[in-house]
Nanobody, 121 residues
Framework: QVHLVESGGGLVQPGGSLRLSCAASGSFFDINAMDWYRQAPGKQRELVAHITSGGTTNYADSVEGRFTISLDNAKNTVYLQMNSLKPEDTAVYYC???????????????WGQGTQVTVSS
């Protein structure tokens, strides 16, 4: 079983910054990739940022240039540095990990519990 614990959410003014963290623990062989998703009230969950274990990244157009995802493979922890925050960034942010449980190619996906980010003056 893989357990993901997110932290770093909170209330911030427009233009401010926050850094989210998500630490993976439990019994797994390795991490293939980790993602940050978000879900605003009344909206579908959307992919915000993606990073592979090799460091390849992708971002949603709405956050490109403002958010930076990074992965510390030694700590099994993914970060999301969020700058120039806007009210429309308000959402619950979820961490998602794609892992291998053994040397086999099969991968499994796990969700974190979510952390609230509110951007408001």
């Amino acid at each position: 079983q893989v357990h993901l614990v997110e932290s770093g959410g909170g209330l911030v003014q427009p233009g401010g910054s926050l850094r989210l963290s998500c630490a993976a623990s439990g019994s797994f062989f390795d991490i293939n990739a980790m993602d940050w998703y978000r879900q605003a009230p009344g909206k579908q969950r959307e992919l915000v940022a993606h990073i592979t274990s090799g460091g390849t990244t992708n971002y949603a157009d709405s956050v490109e240039g403002r958010f930076t995802i990074s992965l510390d493979n030694a700590k099994n922890t993914v970060y999301l540095q969020m700058n120039s925050l806007k009210p429309e960034d308000t959402a619950v942010y979820y961490c998602y990990a794609t892992v291998r449980l053994s040397r086999a190619r099969t991968t499994w996906g796990y969700w974190g519990q979510g952390t609230q980010v509110t951007v408001s003056s």
